[in-house]
């Protein structure tokens, strides 16, 4: 049939072009009875509880990524400056090591405040930020 169909034929549909020969004729095959196996039901009827309901947190995204931007920059001016070159420096590291050695827990951004919304130990961070200024005086030579 090598006939190209009128073009009123596409507003007819399918039915109507089978009827006139120009489309084949499909069969649906026969839909199965019952219930789907089982991996199809699971998969698709799957919700978790978390899917439904996420408690709230007491700190959004956005405090908790300033949060770590604090505490990144805090350890960096630590480490940096912890050999005390200028005045400057010596000013930066001794504000930040105080910082880092409070028991504060009243503030929100107080180093144990920070710890905690992160879900740091601040009792490591602060053995290790000892541990480094350590190792920076013994390159210096001070004892």
């Given at each position: 049939?090598?006939?190209?169909p009128?073009?009123?034929?596409?507003?007819?549909g399918?039915?109507?072009a089978?009827?006139?020969?120009?489309?084949p004729?499909?069969?649906?095959?026969?839909?199965?009875r019952?219930?789907?196996?089982?991996?199809?039901?699971?998969s698709?009827?799957?919700?978790?509880?978390?899917?439904l309901?996420?408690?709230?947190?007491?700190?959004?995204?956005g405090?908790?990524?300033?949060?770590?931007?604090?505490?990144?920059?805090?350890?960096?001016?630590?480490?940096r400056h912890?050999?005390?070159?200028?005045?400057?420096?010596?000013?930066?590291?001794?504000?930040?090591?105080?910082w880092i050695?409070?028991?504060?827990?009243?503030?929100?951004?107080s180093?144990?405040?920070?710890?905690d919304?992160?879900?740091?130990e601040?009792?490591?961070l602060?053995?290790?930020?000892?541990?480094?200024?350590?190792?920076?005086r013994?390159?210096?030579?001070?004892?």
């Amino acid at each position: 049939m090598g006939v190209a169909p009128e073009t009123g034929v596409a507003w007819r549909g399918r039915r109507a072009a089978e009827e006139l020969g120009l489309a084949p004729v499909t069969v649906k095959p026969p839909r199965p009875r019952g219930r789907p196996p089982i991996h199809l039901a699971a998969s698709l009827n799957l919700v978790l509880p978390s899917q439904l309901f996420t408690p709230p947190t007491p700190y959004p995204e956005g405090e908790r990524r300033l949060m770590l931007a604090v505490l990144e920059d805090a350890i960096g001016v630590f480490l940096r400056h912890r050999e005390g070159a200028d005045a400057r420096g010596w000013r930066l590291f001794a504000e930040t090591a105080q910082w880092i050695a409070s028991d504060d827990t009243e503030s929100p951004f107080s180093f144990l405040g920070v710890c905690d919304v992160l879900g740091l130990e601040p009792s490591c961070l602060r053995r290790g930020l000892a541990r480094c200024r350590r190792m920076g005086r013994a390159r210096a030579g001070d004892p």
